[in-house]
């Protein structure tokens, strides 16, 4: 049986392993099914493969490119119970990992080190997505976090100036510290993998008002500072911004072809820079947006099909509501339902179908046609093979070793 391997992005590959296939078999068969006209069929009843888990609303910093700028700081907070009573039903149904991310910064939640311990305690994979200010907090739960783990750190600079203009902490939190509690929760647990998240701005970009300073010509010396401090990878991504008309994240809006070119070409230069200071000893990760960039394909990664088939293995528990998809957080279109969505037996049924309604009705070809979707060929994949008429038996099975989607 083929193992997962270097395939950190290709989601279809994580849907076809041992523990997830059964769901995947039988979401194509629902699929089929709705398509022939056969309503009385209900949705499968597993959970999400994965979820993000938004501990808090709060964030002590305040990046002036954040896509959930509306709703960052609005005094909401996911409370231990439900989180606990979610994470129960979730994993009785097939949750298999869990990220702590977004809408906030999760290190902030009062019972930050609780809630990764009572996730472990579930057998869940763990992944944590922070700005590094209480890397303290990290510490003292890092012996809790095992292989497939990790812990990845927004950073997007690999200078203090550029760090503190991208994100204007309201501490006097600095980027070399941020580096070293790095350093110091590698160094508690190997096991557990550290990236160095790098969001690449180039000149131009324009975000909740504000002109942002480019970062395209640090990459290079981001992979430095990564082999420095003992990081596993360094993750980049392009710079994804919500325009106030849509309020969808979009990747490369209204900017000129010669003008994307140019910008391409330079991404180029430097990630082939950061890979020869690297080495090996640090991987270089390209986001699923960041690789279409590169071969010339932003418009094709934009041209989604009619249904988004990845909200039926992954969501987003926030204090404001489940939501189908990150790229969508907290707008209403993408509401499964409340916080509490998932706590309760009749609560999980409930959201349930709702997520049903959302997968026959959210018209991802429209919804989403100016997002650089990470899930682009899987759902792809998904709709050919639906449309095939090919035996769900002849899926390839994959040996277990990453939940995260």
């Not at 292989?147 to 203090?160: G, L, M, P, Q």
């Amino acid at each position: 049986m083929e193992k997962l391997r270097n395939r950190e992005h290709d989601f279809s590959s994580k849907l076809r392993q041992e523990s997830t296939i059964r769901r995947l078999k039988e979401y194509i068969v629902w699929q089929r099914n709705l398509r022939k006209g056969r309503t009385d069929q209900s949705i499968p009843s597993f959970s999400p493969i994965s979820v993000n888990l938004d501990l808090t609303s709060a964030c002590n910093f305040a990046c002036p490119y954040c896509v959930d700028s509306k709703v960052i700081n609005r005094g909401q907070v996911l409370e231990t119970e439900t989180i606990e009573k979610t994470m129960d039903v979730l994993r009785s149904h097939g949750l298999l990992s869990v990220i702590l991310i977004g809408g906030g910064e999760p290190t902030l939640h009062k019972d930050f080190g609780k809630i990764v311990r009572d996730a472990k305690k579930r057998k869940l994979q763990v992944g944590i997505v922070t700005n590094g200010s209480r890397m303290d907090r990290i510490e003292e739960v890092v012996e809790e976090l095992e292989e497939k783990d990790w812990v990845r750190i927004s950073i997007d600079a690999a200078r203090e100036e550029t760090f503190r203009d991208l994100h204007r902490p309201k501490t006097h939190e600095g980027l070399t510290r941020i580096l070293e509690g790095a350093k110091r929760v590698k160094e508690k647990n190997l096991r557990v993998s550290t990236g160095y998240s790098f969001v690449i701005i180039w000149e131009g970009v324009e975000a909740n008002g504000n002109r942002l300073r480019p970062n395209l010509e640090e990459i290079s010396e981001a992979a430095a500072l990564a082999k420095r401090y003992s990081f596993d990878y360094l993750s980049l991504k392009p710079c994804l911004v919500r325009p106030e008309d849509t309020q969808r994240e979009s990747l490369l809006d209204k900017v000129d072809p010669i003008e994307e070119r140019a910008i391409i070409e330079k991404i180029k230069q430097h990630l082939q820079r950061a890979r020869d200071i690297a080495d090996g000893k640090v991987k270089i990760l390209e986001s699923v947006n960041l690789q279409a960039m590169l071969s010339g394909k932003t418009q094709t990664i934009k041209e989604q099909p009619l249904t988004c088939h990845m909200q039926f293995f992954r969501t987003v528990v926030t204090p404001l509501g489940i939501f189908q998809c990150p790229a969508f957080r907290g707008v209403d279109a993408a509401r499964i339902g409340d916080s509490s969505g998932y706590a309760t037996e009749e609560k999980f049924r409930r959201s349930l179908e709702a997520t049903a309604e959302l997968i026959a009705g959210f018209n991802a070809s429209v919804e989403c046609k100016a997002t650089g979707c990470f899930y682009h060929d899987t759902n792809w994949w998904l709709e050919g093979f639906i449309n095939s008429g090919k035996d769900v038996e002849e899926i390839e099975k994959i040996e277990d070793e990453n939940f995260f989607l």
